[in-house]
């Protein structure tokens, strides 16, 4: 085996093979591992990057799973009040993989300004709800804090802030109105204490975070009913099956649903990425193997004398066979090499300087985030030896139709 791998190695280290046909395509097929590599790389990181992102964008403001009476109302705003008293809550013991369930409520309302008016959904929370999810897109000031008084400091988004001429500690006078008497607007004024930019504009053009005592006033609801309810989940890609179950340990007045269901098409257009990225990993495999393939089947035309040679010393077709393998092994692991240090480069670079600009319009991120795992590097590294070694079984195969003698009198 040792043999073997010397006589591979002087197949790519000799003077003479810099100077052979072989050399240019060679050089082409350790150039397409490396671009497929880099390319591979940079599909599922920035791909798996902005899925995460934006998924833990929805997480933050949502959570995973949101309980609500059960009603036709489509919109954000919760009409119905639960009771606070629920078995699942403050622990959903009835369902395994839940880790906090938090209350909420919101309500409609205008806020105005001297020069302008605009509409926002105020959602109410209490001291125990994850704000610090939210610490990430925090532009300005700080997370309102919540104790035992009722607090009139608000979450706002910069969005809405400059469409109002808003900035960080100003007094906001909100209206909201009554569903009852003469339906005269309740008036609140808050104080903006911090501004947020999620990116979203779902969000962003609407979400005003503030204490859940407020909504109970408005709503005149006692100090134990609530909007419903937000459940947080210890594995998110488990989160379709502990909705259903949820769903299941409801009773029938109360309804559920997952925020894949709730966004659907923002999950949607997520599930795209897998399918993109999978695309992009077929196709660079493809392109390197053929040209692996090309490569290794000029590399055995042109050492046909040396293939002669050792079978007349009594080498079996095995034998020569695995010196060529092993051949390709080393130009394989010399584009990983080169592809590897490239393409993670980029990535560390665009993780850290934020180079590449998107537009949150679109992709809902203003910097094309990145998820550097080992665990993908590896699979993909393994992925394409395994792959391209069991593809280039098939051109080795030509060295058994090499006969020893018509070899040493090749030229």
């Known amino acids: 085996m040792k043999l073997e791998y010397f006589i591979a190695k002087r197949l790519v280290t000799t003077k003479n093979h810099k100077s052979s046909v072989s050399t240019p395509i060679i050089k082409i097929a350790v150039t397409a591992i490396a671009l497929g590599i880099i390319m591979m790389l940079v599909s599922v990181a920035t791909g798996l990057g902005l899925k995460y992102k934006i998924r833990d964008k929805i997480s933050a403001f949502s959570g995973h799973i949101v309980i609500t009476a059960y ?24 369902v395994n993989g839940i880790e906090k369930v938090q209350p909420f409520a919101t309500k409609a309302g205008i806020i105005r300004t001297d020069d302008a008016f605009e509409g926002i959904v105020y959602k109410g ?6 704000l610090d999810e939210i610490l990430d897109y925090l532009d300005e000031g700080r997370l309102p804090e919540y104790t035992d008084e009722t607090s009139n400091e608000i979450l706002m988004s910069t969005y809405v802030a400059n469409r109002l001429n808003l900035k960080l500690g100003d007094k906001v006078t909100t209206y909201f109105m009554k569903d ?14 911090g ?18 005592r407020h909504v109970q006033r408005l709503n005149r609801w006692g100090v134990d009913e609530v909007g419903g309810f937000e459940v947080i989940v210890n594995d998110f890609d488990n989160i379709e099956s502990i909705g259903a179950d949820v769903y ?46 090309v490569a290794l089947l000029v590399l055995i035309l042109e050492r046909t004398q040396m293939i002669g040679m050792l079978k007349a010393l009594g080498a079996n077709n095995w034998s020569v066979r695995k010196i060529f393998m092993y051949n390709a092994l080393y130009l394989i692991g010399k584009g990983l090499l080169y592809g590897n240090l ?20 679109s992709y809902y991120v203003r910097e094309a985030p990145v998820l550097i795992r080992f665990s993908d590097v590896m699979l993909l590294n393994l992925g394409v030896v ?22 040493i009198k090749y030229d």
């Open 342 to 361: 490239i393409g993670l480069g980029l990535l560390f670079i665009q993780k850290y300087t934020g180079f590449v600009k998107l537009d949150p319009t």
């Open 71 to 94: 009603n036709s109302n489509a919109s954000e705003v919760t009409l119905q009040p639960l009771d606070l008293n629920q078995k699942f809550y403050p622990n959903f013991d009835d």
């Open 180 to 193: 009852w008497g003469n339906k005269v607007p309740n008036v609140r004024q808050f104080e903006i204490v």
């Open 195 to 212: 501004l947020y930019n999620s990116g979203l504009q779902q969000f962003d053009e609407n979400i005003v975070i503030g204490d859940l």
């Open 386 to 407: 395994l792959i391209a070694m069991l593809v280039l079984f098939v051109p080795s195969y030509l060295v058994t139709k090499i006969s020893p003698i018509k070899a």
């Open 125 to 130: 929370v209490d001291k125990t709800y994850h």
């Open 248 to 293: 299941l340990s409801l009773p029938s007045t109360i309804d559920s649903k997952t925020i894949v269901e709730k966004y659907a098409s923002i999950f949607s257009w997520l599930d795209m990425f897998d399918f993109n990225i999978k695309v992009i990993i077929i196709i660079m495999i493809v392109v390197a193997s053929i040209n692996m393939i």
